[in-house]
């Protein structure tokens, strides 16, 4: 969905009359890299990364213990944290 609203409102679709082109990009987790060819295919840009944070890594016990609980991907969430600093241009 969010593609499509995109597109229909950039340069791309003569009907919309804008003057901005994009770029769609998908920050995908290492563990995940072997399914990302899906989203290239239908035109993401991948970037694989690792997350931010590794739970081992963490110093409080509270979080450590429970950061598996996290959304859905405990630690591996966070590899949204990304969002604006691995897109290799200005946003």
Same mark, same amino acid.
């Given at each position: 969905?969010?593609?499509?609203?995109?597109?229909?409102?950039?340069?791309?679709?003569?009907?919309?009359?804008?003057?901005?082109?994009?770029?769609?990009?998908?920050?995908?987790?290492?563990?995940? =890299?072997? !399914?990302?060819?899906?989203? %290239?295919? +239908?035109?993401?840009?991948?970037?694989?990364?690792? #997350?931010?944070?590794?739970?081992?890594?963490?110093?409080?016990?509270?979080?450590?213990?429970?950061?598996?609980? =996290?959304? !859905?991907?405990?630690?591996? %969430?966070? +590899?949204?944290?990304?969002?604006?600093?691995?897109? #290799?241009?200005?946003?």
């Amino acid at each position: 969905v969010l593609r499509h609203s995109v597109h229909m409102n950039s340069v791309r679709n003569q009907d919309s009359n804008s003057k901005y082109d994009y770029n769609m990009y998908a920050i995908v987790h290492r563990q995940a =890299e072997m !399914c990302s060819s899906v989203l %290239e295919k +239908v035109g993401f840009q991948v970037i694989v990364t690792d #997350p931010p944070i590794v739970a081992s890594e963490i110093r409080g016990e509270f979080l450590k213990r429970s950061i598996h609980r =996290e959304w !859905c991907c405990g630690a591996d %969430e966070f +590899v949204k944290l990304y969002a604006y600093s691995k897109i #290799p241009e200005p946003i």
